[in-house]
């Protein structure tokens, strides 16, 4: 088992031992306040340039700052950072494997239904390659992989209240095709 040893503000220090094992019975009194949310990811990508023109070009982002010629973040309506892109250990790299661990996709959550058939349509006429497309009954989706072969999802959530449910009252999510000329229709309303 490796020992990492970190030290923390004002001295202290913590021990972290790998692989963790966690301990079940410790672990039952604890629940994530409801307000939590993921406030960015941030990816390993091979070239800052052309990861820049995916997600500032064709997604819209906004840069926040630049660190160099290595890092960027962006983000969407003036966040510090929703996405951090970064070549410090990836440089020139290959994609990562399919078949290995690590991150299946980063999900962006669009406002309305609207705005994922403005994202959809501006994909479909610069023919960028989609790898999916879903109906999940609580959202509807875009599947595409990024540059570096990172897969990107762009979705909408239905209200809540819509949302469909099992007998047990919890929730009844499936994949299904997505109506996508219904989805572009919302451009003419």
Not at 10 to 34: E, L, S
Not at 45 to 69: C, K, P, Q, S, W
Request: proline share 6%.
């Amino acid at each position: 088992m490796k020992k990492l040893f970190i030290t923390l503000a004002k001295g202290f220090v913590a021990q972290i031992c790998y692989p963790y094992k966690i301990n079940p019975t410790h672990m039952n009194d604890y629940t994530i306040p409801a307000n939590t949310h993921i406030g960015h990811v941030h990816l390993k990508v091979a070239n800052l340039e052309r990861a820049l023109a995916f997600y500032t070009d064709l997604l819209g982002f906004e840069i926040t700052t630049m660190y160099g010629d290595q890092a960027a973040f962006i983000s969407a309506g003036g966040y510090h950072h929703h996405i951090g892109l970064n070549t410090w250990h990836s440089k020139d790299a290959p994609p990562a494997s399919p078949r290995g661990v690590g991150l299946y996709h980063t999900a962006i959550v669009y406002p309305t239904r609207k705005d994922l058939a403005q994202i959809f349509d501006r994909l479909r006429k610069a023919n960028y390659p989609l790898t999916g497309a879903s109906d999940h009954g609580v959202s509807e989706a875009i599947y595409l992989d990024d540059p570096d072969g990172n897969g990107v999802e762009l979705y909408w959530d239905r209200p809540k209240e819509l949302w469909p449910q099992k007998e047990d009252g919890s929730l009844e999510m499936y994949t299904r095709p997505i109506d996508l000329t219904s989805l572009l229709n919302e451009l003419t309303v």
